[in-house]
């Protein structure tokens, strides 16, 4: 949850505790944040709302769905043999084409090249603010009640915030001395094994520009191999593990978000060759 000066009277609530827009019918919303929740969460209580703004700190790139009549992440993989710099700077170039200047939105320009940050996959955020029914804001700078005070001076009065402001990775079910990666990189090779803790898996504690499922169950087929004594971690586990967050920090944008970001077919491709290489 994000903290800010003052106290809000209305209802605040992170977007892990959005269910439906249903009960935000005919008020006024304020939702806080930039990725794919935070725009999902705004297009559907725009459909029932009085009023509905969105504050943002930064600038996002925004991926509609559809892109030349393909699903955008289908168009993206058939340009996987440019090399990956020179595909950012296409796919900006592509999407300021179809977009137009974010900024005539009322929306911050992306301050990060495309790819470098998690892609927002939305095809109504821009044309629901085309038409008057998503209002963007800057950041927040103070609560008063039901008065939020944006950093531009604005005051505007809000029944309810969704703080559509992400996660901590946090396991309170382990002891911290045993696993913590709240307040770092996360050191698991593969994104599932931590070097010195002998039968613990982490599926899925990644987040990938693309598809999470497949590359979870490829871990599982994985980690099914390791217990049946098909396959072996690497000796070397502790530096390819820092090679692993190296690469996280020079690949994409510097931000706790992004301290578990994989590029989907890179990531699939080691997958697959760790699942088919030969316990020794």
Not at 171 to 196: E, I, N, Q
Not at 247 to 253: L, P, V
């Amino acid at each position: 949850m994000p903290s800010y000066p003052g106290e809000f009277a209305g209802r605040f609530l992170h977007s892990h505790d959005f269910k439906s827009a249903a009960p935000f019918a005919d008020q006024r919303v304020l939702v806080i944040g930039g990725g794919n929740s935070a725009c999902d969460i705004a297009v559907e209580t725009a459909r029932v709302s009085r009023f509905t703004g969105i504050s943002m700190r930064r600038g996002y790139h925004f991926v509609p769905k559809f892109l030349f009549g393909v699903p955008s992440d289908t168009l993206h993989e058939r340009f996987l043999f440019v090399p990956r710099r020179l595909r950012a700077r296409l796919f900006e170039l592509v999407l300021r084409l179809h977009n137009g200047d974010l900024a005539r939105y009322g929306l911050p320009r992306p301050d990060h090249p495309f790819l470098s940050s998690h892609p927002v996959v939305n095809s109504e955020l821009l044309y629901f603010i085309r038409h008057g029914r998503i209002h963007p804001r800057p950041d927040v700078a103070r609560l008063d009640g039901s008065e939020v005070r944006f950093t531009d001076g604005r005051v505007e009065t809000y029944d309810a915030i969704i703080a559509a402001t992400g996660f901590r990775i946090t396991f309170p079910f382990f002891d911290r001395s045993l696993v913590d990666f709240s307040k770092g990189p996360v050191p698991l090779y593969l994104r599932v094994f931590p070097p010195r803790l002998p039968g613990l898996y982490f599926i899925g504690l990644f987040q990938p520009i693309g598809c999470i499922w497949p590359l979870a169950e490829l871990q599982s087929r994985l980690v099914a191999r390791l217990i049946r004594g098909e396959y072996r971690l690497p000796p070397d586990i502790d530096e390819r593990i820092a090679q692993e967050i190296d690469q996280i920090r020079r690949t994409f944008a510097d931000t706790p978000r992004h301290s578990v970001e994989v590029d989907y077919h890179p990531f699939r491709e080691r997958l697959l060759r760790e699942i088919e290489r030969v316990a020794l």
